[in-house]
T-cell receptor
Framework: GQNIDQPTEMTATEGAIVQINCTYQ??????LFWYQQHAGEAPTFLSY????GLEEKGRFSSFLSRSKGYSYLLLKELQMKDSASYLC??????????FGPGTRLSVLP | DADVTQTPRNRITKTGKRIMLECSQT?????MYWYRQDPGLGLRLIYY???????NKGEISDGYSVSRQAQAKFSLSLESAIPNQTALYFC?????????????FGPGTRLTVL
């Protein structure tokens, strides 16, 4: 299968910036999703990158490097409500999405 | 009203019992999926369906079966539940007509098998 790796846990301070990294296998890769999931709730779509570079959407930005098999999600001006798990998912040709284990982000006051 | 609904939201059952989890959607999407989520393992695909007559096994289909009763309904069955099927189960939908095929998730069903 396609391995998607991301850190298990991260901690950051309210108002700060945090970067959550994700690495993936490049063979058959089409694009990369980021989802946010609050505890006990459904994942919700944040972004989808298919081209190299940074895409900004308000306080959240997502970056992709296709040649390096690397993506990151950048969260600026952190708020307490940003405490959640962030799921990286690879979109591969001829396959369904492959999700990483998720990164649980704790935002501290 | 929610676009993707799941019933029940919580269920406790005993080993060997047959369980059915139901999913309905009002988004008009062709594609529907069942995932399970376990701590530290992320979301894993159980079954998926691209239309009413198209059912496919996912990564971890053993011990599960599905039924696509209509475009809007996709049910997951555990024929004989076992404790290691204790997990959070999510249904999701996506639209074949979109470029990104973004998935939209239901609220989840928390299943405990004793």
């Amino acid at each position: 299968g396609q391995n998607i790796d991301q850190p298990t846990e991260m901690t950051a301070t309210e108002g700060a910036i945090v970067q959550i990294n994700c690495t993936y296998q490049t063979s058959g890769f089409n694009g990369l999703f980021w989802y946010q999931q609050h505890a006990g709730e459904a994942p919700t779509f944040l972004s989808y990158n298919v081209l190299d570079g940074l895409e900004e959407k308000g306080r959240f930005s997502s970056f992709l490097s296709r040649s390096k098999g690397y993506s990151y999600l950048l969260l600026k001006e952190l708020q307490m409500k940003d405490s959640a798990s962030y799921l990286c998912a690879g979109d591969y040709y001829g396959q369904n999405f492959v999700f990483g284990p998720g990164t649980r982000l704790s935002v501290l006051p | 009203d929610a676009d993707v609904t799941q019933t029940p939201r919580n269920r406790i059952t005993k080993t060997g019992k047959r369980i059915m989890l139901e999913c309905s959607q009002t988004k008009g999407h062709d594609r529907m999926y069942w995932y399970r989520q376990d701590p530290g393992l992320g979301l894993r695909l159980i079954y998926y369906s691209f239309d009413v007559k198209d059912i496919n096994k996912g990564e971890i289909s053993d011990g599960y079966s599905v039924s696509r009763q209509a475009q809007a309904k996709f049910s997951l069955s555990l024929e004989s539940a076992i404790p290691n099927q204790t997990a959070l189960y999510f249904c999701a939908t996506s639209d074949r007509g979109t470029i990104t095929d973004t998935q939209y998730f239901g609220p989840g069903t928390r299943l405990t098998v004793l």
